[in-house]
């Protein structure tokens, strides 16, 4: 059964950063594309970052040079680093595969940026 279990979200001021952690299981984590998305009040959810088995790495125009994606195939877990947050950044976090499948959403972990 797949699991995603997202961790590290947190209440940050406006140019802090925080760490995000998303656990895996159930499945060979090694061979999928996985990737984060975030949702923010009031609008849909939207593709933040995404990164192949082989750590090819793509990433949303407004978070390109404030974030990074990475993996830990050993470890079956999925990081998303984010630095210079924004209070546009405030969401939901959740990881899942690329594309996301439908029924693999976990629940996500929030981010609020607020002074």
């Known amino acids: 059964q797949v699991q995603l279990v997202e961790s590290g979200g947190g209440l940050v001021q406006p140019g802090g950063s925080l760490r995000l952690s998303c656990a895996a299981s159930?499945?060979?984590?090694?061979?999928?594309?996985m990737s984060w998305h975030r949702q923010a009040p009031g609008k849909e959810r939207e593709l933040v970052a995404s990164?192949?088995?082989?750590?090819?790495?793509n990433y949303e125009d407004s978070v390109k040079g404030r974030c990074t994606i990475s993996r830990d195939n050993a470890k079956s877990t999925v990081l998303l680093q984010l630095i210079n947050l924004e209070p546009e950044d405030t969401a939901v976090y959740y990881c899942?595969?690329?594309?996301?499948?439908?029924?693999?959403w976990g629940q996500g972990t929030q981010v609020t940026v607020s002074p």
């Open positions: 899942n595969f690329s594309p996301p499948h439908t029924f693999s």
């Open positions: 159930g499945f060979t984590f090694s061979t999928y594309v």
């Open positions: 990164i192949t088995g082989g750590l090819s790495t």
